[in-house]
């Protein structure tokens, strides 16, 4: 009986039942139709890792590498300092309360003017709020290293401090997202924040040992020589336009 149904159907029916060994009409079309580009079977190629992407960015672009720097000199910096900082005031008798205080205090300033530095980096150009964070950097360094022992200079130290970072961070993180190419962009973005964090961490790992060794005091002075470089590269960065800054590759 199966055979003769089979027998007496026509095609239409035929084509019409289900599953792979009924692919009739309805698959027909899909047959005819154009079929998957030749590329979209290929495996994706593997994209090259984010560190290596940043790292020829850097190769190939001065400014790309000024803003870098930039980042780095300030994660250092900041973290470096940020993290002796509630050591030195238990030490001098400061208590819980001061600390969290002063852990708030400079935590808002890394974040709380960020829409305003984007605003200034835009006006002046990216290089000049740099110029400016480095300033601040500076200042809050020079405090720490000649009033460890005021709970008040501290404080307002932390402040500036993170205020600082914040100039340098931000206005450099947008430098370098204006000078590289669309195409690597987001690689290298992210290649700048491992590479960051990393720097923070080494950063937080040395500063133990060596205010250990020797005081709050002389931690800010090597933090102090570690600005030098950049404060360099920034006097001496070529004039460009605040639309020059701003602009990005097409």
Same mark, same amino acid.
């Given at each position: 009986?199966?055979?003769?149904a089979a027998?007496g159907?026509?095609p239409?029916e035929?084509g019409?039942a289900?599953g792979?060994a009924?692919a009739?009409?309805?698959a027909?079309p #899909?047959?005819d139709? +154009?079929?998957?580009a030749?590329d ?6 593997r994209?090259r890792?984010r560190?290596?992407? @940043?790292l ?8 790309a590498?000024y803003?870098?720097?930039a980042i780095l000199?300030?994660? /250092?910096v900041?973290v470096? /300092?940020m993290?002796m900082t509630?050591? &030195? /005031? #238990?030490? &001098?008798?400061?208590s ?6 002063t852990?708030?205090?400079h935590v808002?300033?890394?974040f709380?003017l960020a829409?305003?530095v984007?605003? *200034?980096a835009d ?5 000049a709020?740099?110029?400016?964070g =480095?300033?601040?950097l500076?200042?809050?360094? @020079?405090?720490a290293? *000649?009033? +460890?022992? !005021?709970?008040?200079?501290?404080? =307002?130290?932390l /402040? %500036?401090?993170g205020v600082g970072? !914040?100039f =340098? ?5 947008? *430098?370098f997202?204006?000078?590289?190419t669309?195409r690597?962009r987001a690689?290298s ?6 590479l960051a964090?990393l720097?923070?961490?080494?950063a937080? %790992?040395a500063a133990?040992?060596l205010?250990?060794?020797? !005081?709050?005091s002389v931690?800010? %002075?090597?933090?102090i020589? #570690?600005?030098?470089?950049?404060a360099?590269l920034?006097v001496?960065a070529?004039?460009?336009s605040a639309s020059?800054?701003r602009a990005r590759?097409?």
């Amino acid at each position: 009986l199966l055979r003769a149904a089979a027998r007496g159907a026509g095609p239409a029916e035929v084509g019409a039942a289900p599953g792979p060994a009924g692919a009739g009409a309805d698959a027909v079309p #899909a047959l005819d139709g +154009p079929g998957p580009a030749p590329d979209a079977a290929r495996p994706p190629a593997r994209r090259r890792g984010r560190l290596r992407q @940043l790292l020829a960015e850097a190769r190939a672009n001065g400014a790309a590498r000024y803003a870098v720097t930039a980042i780095l000199t300030a994660q /250092i910096v900041m973290v470096a /300092i940020m993290t002796m900082t509630p050591v &030195h /005031i #238990a030490h &001098h008798g400061g208590s819980i309360t001061v600390v969290g205080l002063t852990i708030s205090l400079h935590v808002a300033g890394m974040f709380a003017l960020a829409p305003l530095v984007g605003l *200034l980096a835009d006006r002046f150009g990216h290089r000049a709020a740099v110029g400016g964070g =480095v300033l601040i950097l500076l200042a809050s360094l @020079l405090l720490a290293a *000649l009033r +460890p022992d !005021s709970t008040a200079g501290i404080v =307002v130290s932390l /402040i %500036l401090l993170g205020v600082g970072w !914040s100039f =340098v961070n931000v206005s450099a993180s947008a *430098l370098f997202s204006a000078v590289i190419t669309d195409r690597s962009r987001a690689s290298s973005q992210g290649g700048i924040d491992a590479l960051a964090n990393l720097c923070g961490a080494s950063a937080a %790992l040395a500063a133990g040992p060596l205010m250990a060794v020797s !005081s709050f005091s002389v931690l800010s %002075l090597l933090a102090i020589l #570690a600005l030098v470089p950049l404060a360099v590269l920034t006097v001496r960065a070529p004039r460009r336009s605040a639309s020059a800054d701003r602009a990005r590759p097409a």
